[in-house]
């Protein structure tokens, strides 16, 4: 009997630490991490002759920012984070085409986790953010150096995001995205402010050949 009552406690205390990953109070700080690479090659023969072109493509993208979040209650956090991303795109064979991109954005969420044994799950909510990106397109050919161009567009984003989560150890978790749809509204314009456009777009993306992680620490409660 004297070691079942000593037993109790120590039940106890092994729930509540295998709990306290998404209880209310606790705290995660984190780093999100995203890479994508495509390439393409396609021939085509011109209408009228038997001439062959090549169109040659590349595009690669890499992302990386920060990311925190406090459990207002058990398993629901608010919290947020900010991107850092950079990718270029080349186009074509004998007229090459550069277009290299950087961008900055924040954003802030809610979201709701659903777990097996406290180890591995989904989380899923919404979110609200803001970004700027800038555009440079340039031509490897000197002579169409005229045609290069510079802009900045700002974004503003809502949507709603699953992905999977999973915690190897106690303090350490990962998640990946497993769908997200987005609304955005932007803005966009040159330098110089002789060209401008706005539009709205909606984007829906299962699980893709993209890699989209995070990676994040427990503590607090």
């Not at 961008?103 to 659903?114: C, H």
């Not at 510079?150 to 503003?156: H, Q, R, V």
């Not at 330098?191 to 995070?214: C, E, K, T």
Request: aromatic share 14%; proline share 3%.
């Amino acid at each position: 009997m004297k070691k079942i009552l000593l037993l109790i406690p120590a039940f106890l205390l092994a729930f509540q630490i295998s709990k306290a990953q998404t209880e209310k109070g606790s705290q995660t700080l984190g780093l999100d991490l995203g890479f994508s690479h495509a390439s393409s090659n396609n021939s085509f023969i011109t209408p009228g002759s038997t001439a062959v072109s090549n169109l040659n493509g590349k595009r690669t993208s890499f992302l990386i920012g920060p990311n925190y979040s406090y459990f207002i209650a058990d398993k629901l956090d608010i919290g947020t984070n900010l991107y850092y991303a950079t990718g270029n795109q080349t186009n074509g064979s004998n007229l090459v085409t550069r277009q290299h991109t950087t961008e900055y954005s924040a954003k802030v969420f809610l979201r709701k986790y659903f777990m097996y044994n406290d180890k591995i799950g989904i989380r899923t909510g919404p979110y609200i953010g803001y970004g700027r990106s800038n555009y440079k397109f340039t031509y490897d050919d000197p002579n169409y150096a005229g045609s290069n161009t510079n802009s900045k567009t700002d974004g503003y984003m809502a949507g709603v995001n699953l992905g999977l989560v999973y915690y190897p150890s106690k303090k350490f978790g990962v998640a990946a995205t497993l769908a997200n749809l987005n609304y955005n509204h932007y803005k966009s314009k040159d330098p110089n402010g002789q060209q401008s456009g706005s539009g709205d777009s909606v984007d829906f993306r299962l699980i893709s050949n993209d890699i989209a992680i995070s990676v994040f620490y427990t503590f607090g409660k």
